[in-house]
């Protein structure tokens, strides 16, 4: 239901509708998937974890990034819920540290894979990587700068 405002209509407000989905994406969703590819990372990684004490201190550097971003997203998502005071700062910030750690996280990445691979397969993972996350944050970043309910909820 696309809600329009007039000057006798108020905009929406409250957290609700697309502002919601949002929270649950930045409190529970996100915290989840960042698990699951944390699991899929460290699999992928132990192998070489025995024939290379920086193998582990990159994954350990990476491991601590995304865990403090994801952090950060939780703490975001709950301000947004609850409607807290400089909430959607916080939460346009939680967007844009996820989205450096990802690209951190890709650069250091792609610098540890083995030369042998081909452009084509470095430019697909790359790809794979970063457009979710990119496309994320320019969804929730235009979100909360666009949004009747964001504004209306938020403003004091």
Not at 101 to 117: F, G, L, N, Q
Request: proline share 5%.
């Amino acid at each position: 239901m696309n809600h329009v405002t007039s000057p006798t209509t108020p905009a929406p407000r409250g957290v609700r509708g697309w502002l919601l989905v949002l929270c649950v994406v930045m409190t529970l969703v996100g915290p989840v998937i960042s698990a699951w590819l944390i699991a899929e990372g460290y699999a992928a990684a132990v192998p070489y974890f025995a024939g290379s004490r920086l193998v582990l201190a990159v994954f350990i550097g990476t491991l601590v990034l995304t865990l403090a971003a994801v952090a950060y997203g939780i703490h975001a998502g709950l301000r947004l819920w609850w409607v807290r005071p400089g909430a959607v700062v916080t939460a346009k910030n939680a967007l844009l540290f996820g989205l450096a750690v990802d690209v951190v996280s890709a650069a250091v990445h792609t610098a540890m894979r083995p030369v042998a691979e081909s452009g084509w397969e470095l430019r697909s993972d790359l790809t794979s990587t970063l457009l979710p996350g990119l496309v994320f944050f320019t969804v929730c970043f235009a979100y909360l700068n666009r949004s009747a309910r964001v504004q209306a909820t938020y403003t004091t």
